[in-house]
């Protein structure tokens, strides 16, 4: 079977060959709970990407702290368009930006969690819910469109999905 054949291939010594498997989303849930612990990063980073990947196990995931590069697999989680709400709020105060950004550009991000974002510290975080193509609300485009930073500025110019009234804000 296709489940077995991946199980296999789950053990292959080449990270690539691993990765795919981890990126599969025929990929079965015993399979991937292999793959989230694997010694390359970036296998797990696809497991935590993965739509497949089992609620448990992105929770798992998501308090990564077994490799270097530990934000890379929370943002991967943060990615995920499986992830739930609950946890993506828990995600949008990680401390490293990279892992809030990765939630502000994630489709499944409420408004709510929108709104939160938009004061973050950090441009790159306030810069990726300008570019959504998902439109955000226009009140934070509104506001991201005066921000003091002008990567977030042009980020929100840049959309095409921003409506006239705010690019003329701008």
């Known amino acids: 079977t296709p489940g077995d054949e991946l199980k296999s291939l789950a053990s292959d010594e080449e990270d690539i060959v691993r990765i795919e498997v981890a990126s599969n989303e025929h990929s079965p849930a015993e399979v991937l709970a292999i793959l989230a612990d694997d010694s390359d990063f970036n296998v797990v980073t696809y497991v935590a990407k993965n ?23 929370r943002a991967g989680v943060a990615k995920n368009l499986a992830t739930p709400v609950s946890l993506l709020e828990k995600l949008a105060t990680d401390e490293k930006y990279w892992v809030r950004a990765a939630v502000a550009e994630n489709p499944s991000s409420p408004s709510t969690l ?27 485009l509104e506001e991201l469109a005066t921000d003091d930073e002008y990567s977030v500025r042009y980020s929100v110019a840049d959309n095409p999905n921003t409506h006239q009234a705010i690019l003329k804000i701008l």
Request: charged content about 30%; overall charge negative; glycine content about 4%.
């Open 51 to 73: 739509r497949a990947t089992p609620v448990s196990l992105l929770e798992k995931l998501s308090a990564h702290d077994v490799h270097p590069n530990v934000y890379e697999v």
């Open 114 to 140: 929108l709104e939160k974002l938009k004061g973050d510290s950090n441009e790159n975080v306030r810069s990726a819910i300008g570019m959504r193509e998902e439109v955000a609300p226009e009140t934070i």
